[in-house]
């Protein structure tokens, strides 16, 4: 599996970044695809997903309004993954990753480079 995310940046409370993520192949019984994100001193906590069986999305509590997840499914298992955020906070500063994860949002232990989103105040 290959993971590849970009589109972070620095930007201002208030603003927005686009994020995307290039995954070449599903990992066997993965319930979905999605972003997770680190903050430093913090674990690593699910942000946002979508299911492969019927692309329904699913978002973290501290999201819910400002992110929205979206997914372009190509030939040969690849796929492109998209987080759109809007309303930035400085508590949304982190390194995001995407990921592939089993029931749950547990992750399948699959990390590619993440992206750092720096939201200043």
């Known amino acids: 599996v290959q993971l590849q995310a970009s589109g972070g940046g620095l930007v201002q409370a208030g603003g927005s970044l686009r994020l995307s993520c290039t995954t070449s192949r599903r990992t066997f019984r993965a319930f979905g695809m999605g972003w997770f994100r680190q903050a430093p001193g913090k674990e690593r906590e699910f942000v946002a997903g979508?299911?492969?069986?019927?692309?329904?999305?699913?978002?973290?509590d501290s999201v819910k309004g400002r992110f929205t997840i979206s997914t372009i499914s190509r030939d040969n298992d690849k796929n492109t993954l998209f987080l759109q955020m809007n309303g930035l906070k400085p508590e949304d500063t982190a390194v995001y990753y995407c990921a592939e994860y089993y029931s749950g949002y547990e992750p399948t232990g699959f990390w590619g480079q993440g992206t750092q989103v720096t939201v200043s105040s």
């Open positions: 979508v299911s492969w069986s019927n692309g329904s999305p699913g978002y973290a």
